[in-house]
C-alpha cells in the first residue's frame, strides 16, 4: 500500500502563530522602509517656509491611504478576517473625515471634533498592528528597526495632527511662554476667525512640534497648553512615548533572545 505524502500546508497568513511566510516578511519590510521614509517626509515637510508646509496635509492623507492597505490585512496569504475590512473602513472614513476637516472654513469648529474621535482611534489601532507585525519577526535586524523607528515617529505624527485639531476646535489652546500669544499665529499666520480660511491654510507647525516634544517628554516648556482638551492631549502623549518604546523594546528583546535560542539549538 502506497503511502500518501502529506499535503503542503497553506500559507499562514498575516495573523497565523505559524509565523509569516517569507514572501510576505519581505512585503512588510518594504512597508517599513516606506513608512519611515513618509513619516520622515512629514516631518521635514513642518519646516517649509510660509504656505509652503501646507504639503503636510496631503502627507497625512498618503500616511492613512498607506496603513489602511498594508496593515488592513490587504497583503499575503489567507482570507482577511472582520477585523481587517473594519479596520479598512476605518481608515477610509479617517481619510474622508480629514478632507472634510481640511476643505472647511476655519469658524467651522465641529469639524475638529470630528478629527479627534475617529483620527486617534484608527491611529492607536495602526501601532497596535504594528506593533504586532512586530512581534511576529522571526529575528530582529534593520529592517525591522526601522518598522519600529517608523512607529514611533507615526505617534508623533498623529499626536500633532490631533492636537492641530483640537487647536481647530477651541481656538487659543496653545500660547507661546513668552509673550502670551497663540502660537499658532505667531509668524504672520492667518485669521482663524475669517470664513474665507480653510483649515489646510493654516500652519500648525510649532503645534506638531510641541506633540514631539510632549511625546519624548522633554518639556521645553516654550509653549503651553492652557485650555482642558489641549492638555489632557499633551498628557496623554507624555504618556504614550515611553509606553511605545517599552512594548517595542520588549518586543524586540523577545525576537533577539528567541533567535539566539534557535542558534544555539542548531
Do not use: K
Request: overall charge positive; glycine content about 10%.
Amino acid at each position: 500500500m502506497a503511502i500518501r505524502s502529506p499535503r503542503p500546508s497553506p500559507d499562514p497568513g498575516p495573523h497565523s502563530l505559524a509565523g509569516p511566510s517569507d514572501a510576505l516578511l519581505r512585503r512588510r519590510h518594504r512597508f517599513y522602509r516606506h513608512l519611515l521614509a513618509v513619516s520622515f517626509t512629514l516631518m521635514a515637510t513642518l519646516v517649509l517656509p510660509g504656505r509652503w508646509s501646507f504639503l503636510i496635509f496631503p502627507g497625512y492623507l498618503l500616511l492613512t491611504a498607506m496603513v489602511s492597505v498594508e496593515l488592513g490585512g490587504a497583503v499575503g496569504g489567507g482570507d482577511p478576517r472582520p477585523a481587517d475590512h473594519l479596520y479598512r473602513w476605518l481608515g477610509a472614513g479617517t481619510i474622508l473625515i480629514l478632507l472634510y476637516w481640511l476643505l472647511a472654513p476655519s469658524h467651522v469648529l465641529h469639524t475638529g471634533l470630528l478629527v479627534v474621535a475617529l483620527v486617534g482611534p484608527f491611529y492607536f489601532w495602526t501601532l497596535v498592528r504594528l506593533v504586532g507585525w512586530l512581534a511576529q519577526e522571526p529575528r530582529v535586524s534593520r529592517r525591522v528597526l526601522s518598522g519600529a523607528l517608523a512607529g514611533y515617529l507615526l505617534l508623533g505624527i498623529c499626536g500633532g495632527l490631533l492636537l492641530s485639531a483640537v487647536e481647530s476646535l477651541d481656538p487659543g489652546s496653545f500660547r507661546s511662554a513668552f509673550d502670551g500669544s497663540d502660537p499658532m499665529m505667531r509668524g504672520g499666520s492667518l485669521d482663524p476667525g475669517s470664513p474665507l480660511t480653510l483649515t489646510w491654510e493654516r500652519n500648525f507647525m510649532r503645534v506638531n512640534y510641541f506633540a514631539f516634544v510632549s511625546l519624548t517628554t522633554v518639556g521645553y516648556g516654550d509653549i503651553i497648553p492652557v485650555r482642558p482638551l489641549a492638555q489632557m492631549g499633551s498628557l496623554l502623549l507624555s504618556v504614550a512615548g515611553p509606553l511605545y518604546i517599552a512594548v517595542v523594546m520588549g518586543v524586540l528583546i523577545s525576537r533577539l533572545t528567541a533567535s539566539w535560542e534557535c542558534r544555539d539549538q542548531d
